[in-house]
């Protein structure tokens, strides 16, 4: 037998209880496993609740449009783990001659390039921070210009494919998740050349934040050699990737297959792929797609549960009943996104949100990618935001003692201002978003 509750307070129930828990420190998976108890005993019924909800977690990980996360993370893996990240460095850095924080500025391309490949932005930043701060400082980088392109950069890699955090948003939203996909290639992009082009005129403007530094001139073929033996190579396979999805080719998960076969089948024939590599890959790739699906598992209900309730649709009425434009809540949304990610992380935040955000942005008749693209950019935000951003404790955990936490929370300030930029930018003009998966069908 269902238990009959006002709407706000099984709102403030289900959605303020699991934020508390949150905030406790409990972990993701087990705060959404207890409210659903709850929720399940509550709302659905007593014991049949309990049935519906086990028959609820048993779909959700067996959700064959999850597939592609474990596929995506292994590409990063793989890369990793093998040293490629480490030719793909070299072939970036023996390109870019002197610039003014030139080693700042390859830290950004070579993130743009792992960031097309991998679809970890924990390994990304981790990979960066290990390789390339340690150069930066020996060569007297100011510790806010060294830590803060690597962060920044790793953080775009949410954006541009493979994503695994992509495709859990579109999962969980409904939206396309190949036009998902496609539509964040863009803004990635243009986040990285505005990263560029802000390193290069604060150095301009204060050149002891990046002192130049005497590099060795290859002329001729030896130049160009590593970009054409290991860059162009491991870039064809996001060409593979997006390719296969936007050309109707295959389906992202099929994509996504294609993509971690030819990581392997690259490394394979740069004879990096050796049994201890392939292990070490295999065993991180098992341990961040487990941790998904069990937080998969532990929300799978709450939407459900939230609707029972009845708070999902007083939420959508409250809402609509103020009579504000589309754009005043569309903006009350991602001020909404910003704020909770200064406290918890990007699965959490989608968990928490998208049972109410997806009836009103349905209601509102607006297009769904744009939308996806802005929440994309807002978690994104999310991993940057002090104090708690993913990032930042990634490099933290990489980073010499030298290096503080102030030096860390100074260094990405910046780059949420450029985010913040390209936010106000997408959402006056949508076309930024929607103009790729438009033209690639």
Not at 79 to 98: C, M, N, S, W, Y
Not at 171 to 183: Q, R
Not at 420 to 436: E, H, Y
Request: with cysteine.
């Amino acid at each position: 037998m269902s238990f009959q509750m006002s709407w706000q307070m099984a709102a403030l129930l289900l959605l303020g209880g699991s934020t508390v828990l949150l905030f406790m420190g409990m972990p993701v998976a087990f705060s959404f496993i207890a409210i659903n108890l709850i929720g399940a005993m509550l709302f659905l019924g007593g014991d049949a609740g309990l049935a519906q909800l086990v028959r609820n977690s048993s779909a959700a990980v067996m959700n064959f449009s999850l597939t592609p996360i474990p596929l995506f993370i292994l590409m990063g893996e793989v890369l990793f783990h093998t040293g490629l990240a480490i030719k793909v460095i070299d072939g970036v850095e023996r390109l870019i001659r002197q610039v003014p924080g030139r080693l700042a500025v390859v830290a950004v391309v070579a993130g743009t390039v792992f960031s097309a490949i991998s679809g970890s932005t924990i390994a990304t930043t981790a990979m960066l921070g290990s390789l390339m701060l340690p150069v930066m400082l020996a060569r007297g980088y100011h510790p806010v210009m060294a830590t803060g392109p690597i962060m920044a950069i790793g953080a775009v890699d949410m954006l541009i494919p493979p994503s695994a955090l992509t495709v859990l948003l579109g999962s969980l939203s409904g939206i396309s998740i190949s036009k998902l996909l496609i539509g964040g290639v863009v803004p990635g992009l243009i986040l990285s050349v505005a990263f560029v082009g802000y390193i290069v005129a604060r150095v301009k403007a204060d050149p002891a934040l990046a002192p130049a530094t005497p590099i060795e001139e290859r002329t001729g073929w030896a130049r160009w050699d590593l970009l054409f033996r290991y860059v162009l190579p491991l870039v064809s396979i996001f060409v593979v990737v997006v390719g296969a999805m936007s050309g109707g080719i295959a389906t992202p998960t099929e994509s996504a297959a294609l993509g971690a076969l030819a990581t392997m089948g690259l490394a394979a024939v740069y004879r990096s792929l050796t049994v201890t590599a392939l292990n070490k890959a295999l065993r991180g790739t098992v341990g961040i797609s487990a941790m998904i699906l069990f937080i998969i598992l532990g929300a799978t209900t709450f939407s459900q549960i939230l609707s029972f309730s009845g708070a999902t649709e007083g939420i959508v009425t409250t809402v609509f009943s103020g009579n504000l434009s589309p754009f005043a809540i569309i903006a009350g949304m991602m001020l909404l996104l910003i704020f909770l990610g200064i406290f918890v992380d990007q699965v959490s935040m989608m968990l928490i949100t998208l049972p109410v955000f997806m009836p009103i942005v349905q209601r509102l008749d607006i297009d769904l990618v744009w939308f996806g693209v802005l929440y994309l950019i807002c978690m994104q935000l999310g991993l940057l935001l002090p104090p708690h951003g993913l990032l930042l404790m990634t490099m933290r955990g990489v980073a010499p003692p030298a290096v503080t936490m102030a030096h860390i929370f100074r260094a990405v300030v910046p780059y949420i201002a450029l985010s913040l930029i390209l936010l106000v930018l997408i959402i006056l003009f949508p076309a930024i978003a929607t103009w790729l998966p438009a033209l690639l069908g």
